[in-house]
């Protein structure tokens, strides 16, 4: 459901002169979790995949909108999964280059909502799952192939950490203290294809 400041930032860009164009589509991307670490127990990088929504306002601004699913199931000599929904909203600047060709760049914020499970160090079956907010940055490139069907080539790079103070170990729930930081920094390269559904505000 939509909340009331999110109705009025689209009744205010929907009202701007020369309307506000709204794509929609689908993205895959190489998800790479930056800390190493991860390459060797959690058999990353990985694929995501995800539904993206672009709001084309006037002028040299767009807003990337989207959410995507990551996950890496047991693989041999590995016994874990890791699972994570991301959702994310970048304001971003962009240039027409030629038509039919823009490039765009920003910052923007990142959320994650994720669990793992899987055998550590020590042998015990470990479960934990948490959320966290965080920022990132992204650069890529939007290519109209034909009519309102277009391409984007994207690359992402995130900064984010999460804090757990309760696990489960071995099917009992065990207080970690000091509570556990784990870094769920990351970086994507990312193909998505995308259809202008319409333009509101003419």
């Not at 990088?45 to 002028?59: E, I, R």
């Not at 909108?65 to 041999?76: A, C, M, N, R």
């Not at 990142?110 to 479960?127: L, R």
């Not at 966290?132 to 650069?139: D, E, H, L, Y």
Request: with cysteine; glycine share 14%; charged share 15%.
């Amino acid at each position: 459901m939509l909340s009331f400041s999110s109705v009025m930032i689209f009744w205010i860009l929907s009202s701007l002169p020369g309307g506000l164009g709204i794509d929609l589509g689908t993205s895959v991307s190489s998800f790479s979790p930056t800390d190493q670490g991860y390459d060797q127990r959690f058999r990353t990088p990985g694929v995501s995949y995800g539904l993206v929504a672009t709001l084309d306002a006037p002028g040299a601004i767009v807003f990337h909108l989207g959410g995507e699913y990551f996950t890496k199931k047991v693989s041999s000599g590995w016994d874990g999964e890791v699972s994570s929904m991301l959702f994310w909203a970048f304001p971003c600047g962009q240039l027409g280059v030629m038509d039919g060709f823009s490039v765009f760049a920003g910052p923007g914020i990142v959320g994650v909502n994720g669990s793992y499970s899987g055998t550590d160090d020590f042998g015990s079956y470990v479960e934990a799952d948490g959320t966290s907010i965080g920022f990132a940055a992204a650069v890529g490139t939007d290519i109209i192939l034909w009519g309102p069907l277009s391409a984007r080539l994207e690359y992402r790079h995130s900064w984010m950490d999460l804090k757990s103070d309760r696990v489960k170990k071995d099917g009992a729930e065990t207080v970690v203290y000091p509570a556990a930081e784990t870094d769920l920094g990351y970086s994507q390269y990312i193909f998505g294809l995308n259809v202008q559904l319409s333009t509101v505000g003419d």
